[in-house]
């Protein structure tokens, strides 16, 4: 027993030995690449030793510069799917959400025929080209309007 638990214990070190000496390696190859321009400034950030601001410094930064929401005039959103009466109850709950948020609903209107696109393969996995079947798949769409929307506001609803 005591020859295993040397064998063990002997393995042990020499797996944690070359977990250090790859550790170092990588640490040195990734220093290396810091100082060429191949990686960009965050991974320079992620390699220094610098000491980094506190949160109570990061938050009176914030509060002194405030960022301005954008503003949106219109925006366009385009539903795409399979089944056209699951689309025009998703389209109901868009616009029950939208008008629960005050935002304002445009028109929204559904393509008339369902854009259709076919695959024609061949039935054998290895020959026989005389022998195909054809695949084809209906997709419809859906588009939906919205008027005066904020950055925060369309983030929420989406």
């Known amino acids: 027993r005591q020859i295993c638990g040397c064998w063990v214990l002997n393995n042990i070190q020499i797996l944690q030995?070359?977990?250090?000496s790859s550790m170092l390696k990588f640490l040195d190859v990734s220093?290396?690449?810091?100082?060429?321009?191949?990686?960009?400034?965050?991974?320079?950030?992620?390699?220094?030793?610098?000491?980094?601001?506190?949160?109570?410094?990061?938050?009176?930064?914030a509060s002194s510069v405030p960022i301005p929401d954008k503003l949106y005039s219109r925006v366009e959103l385009q539903m795409k799917g399979i089944d056209p009466e699951v689309m025009k109850s998703y389209a109901y709950f868009a616009k029950t959400a939208a008008e629960h948020l005050d935002i304002e609903v445009g028109k929204h209107w559904a393509l008339?025929?369902?854009?259709?696109?076919?695959?024609?393969?061949?039935?054998?996995?290895?020959?026989?080209?005389?022998?195909?079947?054809?695949?084809?798949?209906?997709?419809?769409?859906?588009?939906m309007h919205f008027h005066k929307l904020t950055g925060s506001t369309l983030d929420t609803f989406l």
């Not at 030995?17 to 250090?20: D, F, G, K, S």
């Not at 960009?40 to 980094?52: K, Y």
Request: proline content about 1%.
């Open 31 to 61: 220093r290396r690449l810091a100082a060429t321009s191949l990686w960009s400034n965050h991974a320079t950030r992620l390699l220094s030793t610098e000491a980094t601001s506190t949160p109570s410094q990061n938050a009176a930064a």
């Open 17 to 20: 030995q070359n977990l250090i």
């Open 112 to 143: 008339r025929k369902a854009v259709k696109d076919r695959l024609t393969l061949l039935k054998s996995v290895h020959i026989y080209k005389k022998h195909r079947v054809q695949y084809e798949i209906r997709n419809y769409y859906r588009f």
